[in-house]
């Protein structure tokens, strides 16, 4: 830890570290053509950012990340960046794994990621069965993910419900709609973060994110410190969540 990690860490309010962070890791492109490189090379170091957020994370105790890895735009892509990003992917869960596995960090992926390569696919599973039991923290990996993908999927499977007499139409609530999303045993994202200075969500979460506080960073994903993450911590403890009430909803 820095002096600044270390004295932010500090000052934190231990009683209300958010239990949900979603972060939309942006600007490795910008990161690369800044420094003359390849884009490729901005998701190289991306991935460094990416370990450090999750060691801060687990540190001060947030219970699920949810870090957005792959969209379902993302396919636009020129197929050698689409490629690069995939196999990183799968360095990054080759590598890390045991060290995640250490520190009783469960991974789970939000999005369609069986359609992804079979080497993918393959490393994905088992790094799901080894930290299928872990406790500490929940690091989910949005891949292939597109929120509104998954609101489609869901419409689907209520109305195959409501067709084969499963669900009446009553009873389809928020709780039933949550329950059929990817995110379906996870709590909605306390906060929300962005870094590239983007103000979109790019169809990230769009139905869990109802009431998430939002916060951006001008830092370029690969610059992104724990000391960003800290600071944006520190100033989420300042907001306050109404939830549509008057008052403050503890
Ligand atoms: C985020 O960085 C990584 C992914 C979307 C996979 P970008 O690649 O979007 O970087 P910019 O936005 O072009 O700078
Ligand atoms: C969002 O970033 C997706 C990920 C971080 C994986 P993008 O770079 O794809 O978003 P847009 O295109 O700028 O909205
Ligand atoms: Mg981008």
């Known amino acids: 830890m820095t002096r600044l990690s270390d004295s932010l860490t500090k000052s934190l309010d231990k009683t209300k570290i958010p239990v949900h962070v979603a972060v939309i890791m942006d600007g490795n492109g910008r ?3 800044k420094r003359l490189l390849p884009r490729s090379m901005g998701h190289r170091a991306g991935m460094n ?3 450090e957020v999750v060691n801060i ?3 001060i105790g947030v219970q699920h990340l949810t870090v957005f890895a792959f969209s379902t735009e993302n396919w636009k892509r020129p197929t050698e960046e689409v490629s690069y990003l995939m196999s990183l992917l799968a360095e990054f869960m080759q590598k890390e794994i045991d060290e995640l596995h250490d520190r009783d960090i469960r991974i789970n992926i939000l999005g ?7 080497d993918c696919v393959n490393i994905i599973e088992k790094s799901l069965a080894k930290t299928a039991d872990n406790k500490a923290m929940n690091l989910n990996i949005a891949l292939n993910y597109g929120a509104r993908l998954e609101i489609l999927k869901t ?7 409501v067709l084969n007499g499963e669900l009446s139409i009553d ?3 928020e709780e039933c709609v949550s329950k059929l999303l990817f995110t379906k045993d996870l709590p909605d994202p306390d906060l929300i973060i962005r870094t590239a200075g983007e103000m979109r969500l790019s169809n990230f979460l769009l139905w ?4 998430s506080e939002i916060w951006v960073s001008e830092s370029l994903w690969p610059d992104f410190k724990k000391e960003d993450f800290l600071q944006a911590i520190f100033d989420y403890q300042k907001r306050i969540r109404k939830f549509g009430d008057v008052n403050e909803k503890k």
């Open 155 to 161: 419409i689907q499977t209520i109305a195959g419900k």
């Open 112 to 118: 369609d990621y069986k359609s992804l390569p079979l």
């Open 57 to 59: 994370s687990g540190h």
């Open 208 to 211: 869990q994110i109802a009431y």
């Open 31 to 33: 990161w690369a053509s």
């Open 171 to 173: 009873e389809i609530d």
């Open 49 to 51: 950012a990416l370990k």
